[in-house]
Structure formats: structure tokens, C-alpha cells
């Protein structure tokens, strides 16, 4: 196990070194020079402060959670080596250490708890990919983040959230990029381990794993989309479209998805369709958005992988996903560099949902399971649910010198909900100070 940032970074150097090594030994001095050009290795230092206040009582009966940890993630990324195929490697490792946090606050996502309920001193772990191009497409196997609108890992605690299988990159179009991809294991946010699952709402990828194709249209215009369809084990097929247009002051943004179940339906009948729309307009520093979401179906919409939902209400801490929801959202940006303070930027944002019913998600199904225990039905949510979210947040990045973006972020998360929306009420604050570390 690794105790300290000195250890971690000497593991990471041998780490990519002997991969390196390895993937150069059968090549020619010509192919180490195609290898290595355009090759990155850096560390990025992630100190993350994360504290909840429980309002309402918590699922662990918790009123407060806080925890404070210092990560380093560190990445490498080869260039390709000459021919009509080219080789290369991609290759991360990561270290997170405790700071602060005691077994009655544990659990906020940045620190592994274990089965005493203590989140752990350290967590270490690695993996990396091999990719193979030729001419503008580009296949990739092992362990990897993931960005696509059907299937995406998150990057928001201390560690990023990994999958590990194959995905294919192709631009071989002008203005169109197609992605295609199959993965069958996970590694969460605060696991060492690469086994693990992702679970949403009812759904998870215990079953097997989750495969997706897709393109980004039209890329080069102010009038873009994007068509993506994905299917998760025996549970569900999802497919998503957008349309946005881009130009000046204006941003407008349509988002659809449309889930049905499918094989051994492990997480029930689904019959699902969530949309929303936003618009942007910006003059000078000053950035206005309006966006409105709903969800037609008797179950949440669902998904798998931290960032997996593109919806407009996506936000902080609530997704705005609940069975027959509705939303609102109205949010301001302010860039403080128009009055000389470049690299400082102010958002604050408010949104409501209302007419939540899941009452009728079909029984017997993951989002209205039986429990044994009262010998009823139990539905994640109630009917006439309606919650609330404010999010303020500050950010700083230097822009010169020696401290050269280096960024510290400030979050307030406000959230309040009735019984029947069924989440929690919780003031959360984020401090999180990064910087990269080049070579």
C-alpha cells in the first residue's frame, strides 16, 4: 500500500516507465520516436473538503457528514507509432489520502468506508488502455473515463470514475465524430477496485455491462446534434437525441431520451421519455439561462455512470428525474474579468420540480419493490412530490506567475424536498483546490 505523495509519485514513474518499456521493446528506434511524439505525463493535485448537513434524517441516520482528502491523479498518454496502424498507450494511477474525517461522518464519497463504517486512511489505484489508429479512427481497450450522452464516468469527487472495455473513435467525416462502445466493468469514485458497479435510480451493471453507439453531428456548424442509442444488459434499450444552436450571445439547447426495458427487464417495465429545454444568452460578463425538463413515464428516468444525463436540470446534487416530473431553472453567471479580476466567475442558480407521482411504477419492479417487511409495495417516491435546489459557486483560477492554474472552487448546495419526493434536506458545502503538475 502506498502511505504518501513521495510513494505515489516514485509508483507512478516505475509504473509508466516499465509500461513504456514494455510497449517499446519489439519496436524499432523509427517507431519509439512515432511513440513517444506528442506524449503527455502529468499529476493533477486535488485537495477536496465535501460537508453535509442533514436537515432531515439521513438514509444512515446521519446528521452530518465531513471529510476533508488530498488526491493525486496521475495520467500518461502515448502518441501513436508510424504505419498504417499506429500503437499506442494510454496509462493513470491514482493516490487519495485522508486529511480529516472520523467514523461518525464518514461516507461523502471521496474515501472508501469499510465494514465498520470508517473510511479509510489511503486508497490507491492504476490502470490504462491500449489504442490502436489508423487514419482519423482510433480503437481503445482497457481501462478508461468515458464521455458519451447514453454512457458517461463522472469526475467529481476525488477520483475520477473509470470502465473498463473497448471504444471506437471515428472522424473520418468532416464535422461528424462516431463513438461506439461495449464495457463490462467499473470502478467507482471511491474504489481501488476496477470490479466494481454503477448503479442508478433501480438499474445497475451487475448483470453484465452496458454498449452504446452514437455520432455528434454537424460539429463545425452553429447548428449541431446528436443521435445515440445504448443497451443495458437485460434491462433496458435508451435512446437520446439533441439539437443546439450556437452563435454569439445565444446558446439553445433540446435534450430527449426514450428508455424501454428489454430482455429479462431486471429493473421492471420501463416505458420512459425525459426531455428539456434551455436557452443562454449572454452580454458582456453577464450570462442569463432559462430551462424547463420533464419526464413522461411512471418510473424515474435512470442511468447508469455519474454523468450519464444531459438533461438541462441535471445539476449539483438533484437530477430532476422523478417519475412524471416536471422543472424550472433560471441561472446566472458572472465573469469577473470584465471588471479586472481575469479568471474569477460567480454562478448561482435556482431550480424546482413539482407533480412528482411514483405510485404507479409497475409493482414488483426496482422502483417499486416489495418489501417483505410490511408485506406491501414500497415506491421510491410518493405521489405530489416536489423539491427545491439553490447552488452558488465560486471559482478562481491564477492566470500567471508560479501558481499558473492553479484553481480553488467554493460550492454552496441548499436542498429541500417533501416526504413524497422522498430526497433528502441538506446543506452541502465543496472546497475543492487543484493543480496540475506538468513534466
Known amino acids: 500500500m502506498i502511505h504518501s505523495p513521495q510513494d505515489f509519485r516514485a509508483a507512478l514513474a516505475l509504473c509508466l516507465y516499465l509500461l513504456a518499456t514494455h510497449a517499446l521493446a519489439d519496436e524499432s528506434s523509427q517507431d519509439v520516436e512515432g511513440f513517444l511524439n506528442g506524449a503527455t505525463l502529468g499529476v493533477l493535485s486535488r485537495n477536496f473538503y465535501l460537508n453535509s448537513d442533514y436537515r432531515s434524517p439521513s438514509p444512515t441516520g446521519k446528521s452530518y457528514k465531513a471529510e476533508w482528502a488530498q488526491g493525486f491523479i496521475g495520467a500518461f498518454e502515448s502518441g501513436f507509432t508510424p504505419g498504417a496502424v499506429g500503437f499506442g498507450l494510454d496509462a493513470h494511477a491514482f493516490l487519495g489520502l485522508k486529511l480529516d474525517g472520523g467514523k461518525g461522518h464518514s461516507g461523502t464519497g471521496l474515501l472508501p468506508v469499510d465494514s465498520e463504517g470508517r473510511s479509510q486512511s489511503n486508497y490507491s489505484s492504476g490502470g490504462g488502455a491500449i489504442k ?26 476525488l477520483q475520477p470514475e473509470y470502465a473498463t472495455g473497448f471504444l471506437l473513435d471515428s472522424r473520418e467525416i468532416a464535422g461528424m465524430n462516431l463513438q461506439a462502445g461495449h464495457f463490462t466493468a467499473f470502478k467507482n469514485q471511491d474504489s481501488a477496485s476496477g470490479k466494481g458497479n454503477f448503479f442508478g435510480y ?175 409495495f414500497t415506491p421510491q417516491q410518493g405521489d405530489g412530490g416536489k423539491h427545491w435546489e439553490r447552488d452558488i459557486d465560486l471559482k478562481y483560477i491564477v492566470q500567471t506567475g508560479a501558481a499558473k492554474d492553479l484553481s480553488v472552487q467554493v460550492s454552496h448546495v441548499s436542498h429541500r424536498a417533501n416526504e413524497a419526493q422522498a430526497g433528502d434536506d441538506i446543506d452541502r458545502v465543496y472546497v475543492v483546490i487543484q493543480y496540475p503538475l506538468g513534466f
Open 202 to 376: 433501480g438499474a445497475n451493471t451487475e448483470a453484465g455491462g452496458i454498449s452504446f453507439v452514437g455520432a455528434d453531428l454537424f460539429t463545425q456548424s452553429p447548428v449541431g446534434g446528436a443521435l445515440y442509442a445504448s443497451d443495458l444488459t437485460d434491462t433496458w434499450h435508451q435512446y437520446y437525441g439533441n439539437l443546439h444552436f450556437k452563435q454569439s450571445e445565444v446558446f439553445l439547447d433540446a435534450n430527449l431520451y426514450h428508455t424501454r426495458d428489454t430482455g429479462q427487464a431486471l429493473a421492471g417495465a420501463i416505458d420512459n421519455t425525459a426531455y428539456s429545454l434551455s436557452g443562454r444568452y449572454t452580454i458582456g460578463a453577464h450570462g442569463f439561462t432559462l430551462a424547463y425538463q420533464k419526464v413522461d413515464g411512471d418510473t424515474p428516468f435512470d442511468f447508469v455512470g455519474g454523468d450519464s444525463i444531459y438533461l438541462a436540470n441535471s445539476i449539483k446534487y438533484a437530477d430532476f428525474n422523478g417519475a412524471h416530473e416536471r422543472s424550472w431553472q433560471a441561472r446566472y453567471d458572472l465573469d469577473l474579468a470584465t471588471f479586472g479580476i481575469p479568471g474569477l466567475k460567480f454562478m448561482t442558480r435556482y431550480v424546482t420540480g413539482d407533480q412528482i407521482d411514483g405510485t404507479h411504477a409497475p409493482q414488483g419492479g426496482a422502483y417499486n419493490p416489495f418489501d417483505p417487511a410490511t408485506g406491501t
Open 132 to 157: 490502436l489508429k489508423a487514419s482519423n479512427t482510433t480503437l481503445a481497450f482497457g481501462e478508461m473515463e468515458v464521455e458519451s450522452p447514453v454512457f458517461d464516468t463522472a469526475d467529481k469527487r
